[in-house]
């Protein structure tokens, strides 16, 4: 198989890169802020399901401690900014480095189970995570190894970079991080991990067998997820300013879970589709005056949905559907087949 | 292979979804919304088309439709599984309807717009903006979440934004811009605090839901006991509690016995712990006192006859039965307007909420602008009602706690009734000495 | 550190929330080593169950005797119906993916309940927890008894049944790999059907006796049914006895580190940390992959 080079790919970036400019450019002054917040985290929140993304579609591995890795990089992120003085950029850098090697040493025992195993593991280790998370709480500004202060005034929020204090340029910066988020991911499949990793999905042993070191790369990873989600939980921070533990509950890893598996896991577009699942729908329902339990109900069908029938999920399913529908279109404007215009 | 869209495939999704869907009608004929259960008592008459005569008014009161341009007002509360708060503004929204039924405001409707959050503080911020900046709402009112006051009293003060609300978070009660018609669990656990100490308990166990603020609730029992010299055992349990045996038999254990056990939770976790200790029969061995909270017939009625009279509750409003003007247009609002919201210290507030606006608006003279609206909320004074105890304020003092007088209530035979009447929350608490000493410098006599 | 009389009511306190967890548990467990499926909404289908039940009881539509049986049935037929719709075509696949489907069943009963049902106080009251006995400093009510005893007697029955029973080897065999259980003349679907169904009301009876002694709402029920996984993991989804034990051990931990307020508020951790260790110490030697063979 070649890879096809040419007009195709090149389309396809001038798309991407053509989408890429509106969002950044276009959208914030068509949009309230209120949207342009819900965009935000939209972001966010697809970089946090990249990681599960990677994870589960071209690894094979199940986590359910995805939002706890979040919880922890938002954790350390807001730790950062408000013990040093250190730029913005280097606090998303380090708190994601931070919960990486958090991720890794943590998944590294773990990862001598696989498949069902690994996921209640994960589980359990977020449960773990969480009952900790109530005691400490997140730093707000008060002093002590914790950072967290009581008072009536309600904390400080966190620090945003200087060059997007405003909740529009907050916005922007998110999706640029978000974009080279998405470009490090893809890197990641299209070279030697994303190799070994498929290697993996298909057969642990027959890859072992091959001498591709399966340990290492299940660790790789790992890695790779906790820091996606350790530099998402940094933009979380910023963008909200105060964090509770509320936001990074178990029900929350579940849906995740289910976004993850709708919008498709075979590809990266797929994440993308999953945070605009989680952030976007229940503010549009929201809008709407439907309730958020609906959207809990969805996702459960759509979990079922996705499993029996199109495992790529809505990333895969619905470029089908579109050609699908565009051939009924055709058949139906008269413009079919030559077979079909032969049989006349 | 002419599968049409997978079809088959499907099958089995349409037949969960059929029979979810055909469950759902069942339970919804035969027994759904159990909100008029019990709580609000058995044999009520079918709702009055007009109050009764010696109730208050709605608003004007003249029962002309309003018309015209609309007065937008709004609303952001919290509503997730486990936490609900929705029947606060709704009543307010009742009350709203039955104004707009009754004259307006001079005439004009009021539209509220009632936000739902999720514990985000990130929908929480982006909520408000849209309130203040999309929806162009006038002022803010009947707003309850856990986390709001804390996510958004800095852009309040930045644009100016009055807000009445039911508190909950500390910020609720310690920044300049918001004020709210209930006490807070830090001073309502201080008056369950003084009840027990009345009751002369020797020592005390002060438990609470570990949600963040719990050293700021704590503070204040802490001081209060102290000065009492009853010294105080702080617990926190994690909701949702899941072994509320071994939860009651600890508060217990460290009460001691002949000493008292506050609790500051939610009625269904209050519920749990009270229950598993008179189960395990511990509930005679401690004096039990509750915060605000517990204050619902539907724990009354949870409850049963086996703690009538046992249980000190903190009412920061009044029974929902009271005969006073306000409590019987409030219980006709509800009944006309919100059926389905029941009778409880969350309508209560709503109401409250909803009448303390509306008396606000019809004080502007001159245009309804987003400036004149909220300085109307701020300049609230002295507005009385039979639902709390003393008359309530804004005012702009840096901090609010206008609800400081409460009354203590115990179940009895399904529903709450009075057991101690209305006294002041101790100033030995620093919160209200200031807030007391403000009243005293800027309030009438 | 407290004394050893401030321990030992906590004895008991941990054995009832022992029971509690080990009916759950063995509950899952049952129908996984029928099917070879983890199923995630074993918790959320009994809570339903008990919404339902309180319903009725309230609107005074039946007799509670009547309300309770409803609430048990509807565990049967929900997991039956579940088992039946997406049993087969999901029953070639990993079990990681049929336990993931379970969890689309838990969401949309959970939302169900969220929708139907908002955040009050409300007890469902068994006639069994009225009546009780002194063990010690603590009243012990029959409820307790009961679930413990129900955990106990399924996890006996079960394992005699698929050890010595026809139905039950071929269950047995079903979830060891059914196609070779269909070739040889086994009824696989009828097979299947019965381990749902009785999955399902076992479901039940759990979501009403948890709803008795825990509390009636959605939240801590599902939390309770997460922290009961932990002494499936500890048995690694295998033995129904050492779910059993696992669970009242867990149960026991939970409850004895209660008392010391230094760590009490850490005491809901107990379940996740201990599965975390057994499991991890379990496979320190040797690979447990989890392939379309269960066990």
Redesign the interface.
Request: no cysteine.
């Given at each position: 198989m070649r890879a096809r080079l040419g007009t195709g790919d090149g389309v396809r970036l001038g798309v991407i890169a053509a989408l890429l400019l509106f969002c950044l450019l276009g959208l914030p002054g068509m949009l309230?802020?209120?949207?342009i917040?819900?965009l935000?985290?939209v972001a966010i929140y697809s970089v946090v399901a990249l990681g599960l993304n990677v994870l589960m579609g071209r690894v094979g591995l199940?986590s359910l401690g995805q939002i706890a890795v979040l919880a922890l990089g938002a954790w350390i992120a807001a730790r950062l900014s408000f013990a040093t003085g250190l730029p913005f950029p280097i606090v998303l850098l380090l708190s994601g480095v931070l919960t990486m090697v958090l991720g890794t040493v943590i998944g590294l025992?773990?990862l001598?189970?696989?498949?069902?195993?690994l996921?209640?593991?994960t589980?359990?280790?977020a449960?773990?995570i969480t009952?900790?998370l109530?005691?400490t709480?997140f730093p707000n500004g008060g002093s002590g190894f914790l950072g967290y202060t009581?008072?009536?005034?309600?904390?400080t929020?966190m620090r945003r970079p200087s060059i997007a204090e405003t909740?529009p340029a907050f916005y922007r910066y998110t999706v640029v991080v978000a974009a080279v988020l998405f470009l490090v991911a893809l890197w990641h499949v299209r070279s030697k991990p994303g190799r070994a990793w498929a290697a993996i999905r298909q057969s642990?042993p027959a890859a072992l067998a091959a001498g591709v070191n399966t340990t290492l790369y299940k660790l790789w990873a790992f890695a790779l997820a906790s820091f996606l989600a350790g530099v998402a939980g940094g933009l979380?921070a910023g963008?909200?300013?105060?964090?509770?533990?509320?936001?990074f509950s178990?029900?929350e890893s579940?849906?995740l879970?289910?976004v993850v598996?709708m919008g498709g896991i075979y590809s990266l577009w797929g994440a993308l589709v999953a945070g605009a699942f989680m952030k976007l729908l229940?503010?549009l329902l929201?809008d709407w005056g439907l309730?958020?339990?609906?959207?809990?109900?969805?996702?459960?069908?759509?979990?079922?949905?996705v499993?029996?029938?199109?495992p790529g999920g809505l990333a895969q399913q619905f470029p089908r559907?579109m050609a699908?529908l565009g051939r009924a279109l055709g058949r139906l404007f008269g413009r079919g087949s030559p077979a079909q215009e032969a049989a006349k | 292979m002419r599968k049409f869209f997978g079809w088959e495939r499907l099958r089995p999704t349409v037949a969960l979804l059929a029979l979810m869907v055909g469950l759902s009608m069942l339970v919804a004929a035969c027994g759904d919304d159990d909100d008029e259960g019990s709580a609000g008592g058995g044999a009520q008459t079918t709702a009055a088309p007009k109050p009764a005569a010696n109730a208050s008014k709605c608003g004007l009161g003249n029962g002309k439709k309003a018309a015209g341009a609309p007065i937008k007002l709004g609303a952001i509360a919290t509503k997730q599984p486990g936490t609900d708060f929705t029947d606060i503004p709704n009543t307010a929204k009742a009350y709203f309807d039955c104004v707009n039924d009754n004259g307006g405001i001079n005439g004009r409707p009021i539209a509220y717009r009632i936000e739902t959050e999720q514990t985000d503080p990130g929908q929480n911020a982006s909520l408000a903006r849209k309130l203040i900046e999309s929806e162009k709402v006038l002022g803010v009112v009947g707003n309850t979440s856990i986390i709001e006051c804390a996510v958004n009293h800095k852009y309040y003060e930045q644009k100016g934004v009055y807000m009445i609300g039911s508190g909950i978070a500390p910020a609720c009660y310690g920044t300049p811009n918001i004020a709210a018609v209930n006490m807070g669990p830090r001073y309502s656990s201080v008056g369950a605090t003084q009840a027990l100490i009345r009751q002369g308990v020797k020592k005390l166990v002060f438990d609470q839901s570990n949600v963040p603020g719990t050293g700021y609730i704590s503070e204040g029992v802490e001081v209060v006991a102290k000065d009492a010299g009853v010294d105080v055992v702080h617990l926190k349990e994690n909701v949702p509690i899941q072994d509320a045996n071994s939860v009651a038999l600890k508060a217990v254990q460290q009460a001691g016995d002949g000493g008292g056990v506050v609790l500051n939770f939610t009625p269904p976790e209050a519920l749990k712990i009270l229950q598993a200790a008179q189960r395990q029969g511990l509930q005679n061995r401690v004096k039990w006192g509750c915060s605000t909270p517990c204050n619902t017939d539907f724990l009354a009625d949870a409850l049963g006859s086996a703690w009538d009279d046992k249980l000190f509750v903190n009412a920061e409003l009044n029974v929902t039965d009271h005969d006073g003007p306000d409590s019987t247009l409030y219980r006709d609002v509800l009944k006309k307007y919100a059926p389905k919201v029941p009778l409880g210290s969350f309508s209560q507030m709503g109401f409250v909420e909803g009448r303390i606006a509306v008396d606000a608006l019809l004080k502007v003279k001159g245009d309804y602008t987003f400036e004149s609206v909220n300085e109307a909320f701020k300049n609230m004074e002295g507005f009385k009602t039979d639902i709390l105890c003393k008359p309530w304020y804004f005012g702009d003092g840096p901090t609010h706690v206008p609800n400081n007088t409460d009354w203590t209530t115990t179940p009895k035979g399904g529903k709450m009734v009075i057991k101690e009447d209305c006294f002041p929350i101790s100033d030995k608490d620093p919160g209200i000495a200031t807030v007391r000493k403000w009243e005293q410098e800027n309030l009438g006599a | 550190m407290p004394s050893w009389e401030d321990f030992k009511p906590f004895i008991v306190t941990g054995l009832a929330l022992g029971g509690v967890y080990a009916l759950s548990g063995v509950g899952t467990v049952v129908l996984y080593r029928a099917t070879g499926v983890l199923n995630l909404a074993f918790g959320a289908v009994g809570a339903m169950g008990a919404f339902i039940s309180w319903s009725l009881i309230d609107r005074g539509t039946v007799p509670d005797g009547i309300a309770f049986l409803i609430c048990i049935l509807f565990g049967g037929v929900v997991t039956l119906a579940y088992g039946l719709a997406f049993g087969p075509p999901l029953a070639g696949r990993d079990p990681l993916v049929k336990a993931t489907a379970t969890l689309g069943l838990a969401l949309i009963m959970l939302g169900a309940m969220s929708w139907i049902w908002s955040d009050k106080a409300r007890s469902l009251n068994l006639p069994t927890t009225n009546s009780s006995f002194e063990v010690g400093d603590v009243l012990v009510n029959w409820t307790q008894v009961i679930a413990f005893a129900l955990g106990v007697a399924v996890a006996a029955g079960t394992a005699a049944f698929l050890r010595f029973t026809n139905v039950g080897t071929a269950m047995r065999a079903l979830a060891s790999d059914r196609e070779i259980t269909a070739t040889l003349g086994v009824p696989v679907l009828r097979v299947e059907a019965i381990a749902w169904l009785f999955s399902g009301l076992l479901a039940g009876a759990s979501g009403l006796l948890l709803a008795n002694l825990i509390g009636l709402d959605a939240a801590t029920l599902t939390f309770l049914f997460i922290s009961s996984l932990a002494a499936t993991l500890i048995a690694r989804l295998r033995s129904i006895s050492v779910t059993l034990i696992a669970a009242i051990v867990v149960g026991l931990v939970s409850a004895l580190v209660t008392p010391i307020l230094e760590i009490s508020q850490y005491r809901d951790m107990a379940p996740f940390v201990l599965a975390t260790i057994a499991l991890l110490w379990l496979s320190r030697h040797r690979e447990i992959s989890f392939a379309r063979r269960a066990g």
């Open positions: 309230s802020t209120y949207w917040d819900v935000t985290l199940v025992p773990a001598r189970l696989s498949g069902l195993y996921a209640l593991i589980l359990m280790l449960g773990t009952v900790v109530t005691a709480n009581d008072t009536d005034q309600g904390g929020a909740d642990e979380l963008s909200v300013g105060k964090l509770f533990t509320f936001q178990t029900r579940i849906l879970l289910a598996l229940p503010a929201d309730p958020a339990d609906l959207l809990t109900i969805l996702f459960g069908v759509g979990i079922l949905q499993l029996l029938t199109a559907d699908k | - | -």
